[in-house]
Nanobody, 122 residues
Framework: QVQPAESGGGLVQAGGSLRLSCAAS????????MGWFRQPPGKEREYVAA????????HYADSVKGRFTISRDNAKNTVYLQMNSLKPEDTAVYYC???????????????WGQGTQVTVSS
């Protein structure tokens, strides 16, 4: 079992960058794939990116491919989301979550953080 906690959100201008962090408690962090999701205002939660437990495999939503990079440091029980070339449509609450397998399905993720707000101004 792990309990994720996000940090690093904030306000940034379009074209700028932010790095989100997700620190997870628990001794079994490396056994879990980790995913980032986001929920724009008035919309449903959507998949952003995921990384396998070892960090070897990653996957991205088409909307962020080439702009966002997911990574993890299992020694620190932390997963990161580096966001470059941000756009106003990236504005959302960003959530970190843990799943037993690498997947883009929100239903597969068992443990969720509280979220961190990212706002991109035009």
């Amino acid at each position: 079992q792990v309990q994720p906690a996000e940090s690093g959100g904030g306000l940034v201008q379009a074209g700028g960058s932010l790095r989100l962090s997700c620190a997870a408690s628990g001794r079994t962090f490396s056994r879990y794939a980790m995913g980032w999701f986001r929920q724009p205002p008035g919309k449903e939660r959507e998949y952003v990116a995921a990384i396998s437990g070892s960090g070897t495999n990653t996957h991205y939503a088409d909307s962020v491919k080439g702009r966002f990079t997911i990574s993890r440091d299992n020694a620190k029980n932390t997963v990161y989301l580096q966001m470059n070339s941000l756009k106003p449509e990236d504005t959302a609450v960003y959530y970190c979550a843990a799943a037993p397998i690498l997947t883009n399905s929100v239903r597969a993720y068992d443990y969720w953080g509280q979220g961190t707000q990212v706002t991109v101004s035009s």
